[in-house]
């Protein structure tokens, strides 16, 4: 079992950038896929990016294709995301996910079976 932390939310202006980091614990994250999903406010949880265990294969929301990045570091046990370009329609809580199952990452929540607790990101017009 896995335990996820993330880190580096926080308030940022609109045309900002902010980098989520997700830590590992308990196990190697080498042998999981990873996604960052997010929640706004009254809204469900979606789908923002995904990484194939290697981190070989990418996968992006359309809504954030070409303003974040999601990388890992297996031998730190962490993956990031790096936002750019951010908008007020980013706000929201950002979660850290880890599917031991499939090779590469999934759109759908429930294919993950390990959660972090959220990281707020909020940005201001």
């Known amino acids: 079992q896995v335990q996820l932390v993330e880190s580096g939310g926080g308030l940022v202006q609109a045309g900002g950038s902010l980098r989520l980091s997700c830590a590992a614990y308990?196990?190697?994250?080498?042998?999981?896929?990873m996604g960052w999903f997010r929640q706004a406010p009254g809204k469900e949880r979606e789908f923002a990016a995904g990484?194939?265990?290697?981190?070989?294969?990418?996968y992006y929301a359309d809504a954030v294709k070409g303003r974040f990045s999601i990388s890992r570091d297996n031998a730190k046990n962490t993956v990031s995301l790096q936002m750019n370009s951010l908008k007020p329609e980013d706000t929201a809580v950002y979660y850290c996910?880890?599917?031991?199952?499939?090779?590469?990452?999934?759109?759908?929540?429930?294919?993950?079976?390990?959660w972090g607790q959220g990281t707020q990101v909020t940005v201001s017009s």
């Open positions: 308990g196990s190697t994250v080498s042998i999981y896929a």
């Open positions: 990484i194939s265990r290697s981190g070989s294969i990418t």
């Open positions: 996910a880890a599917d031991r199952r499939n090779y590469g990452s999934s759109k759908s929540e429930a294919a993950y079976d390990y």
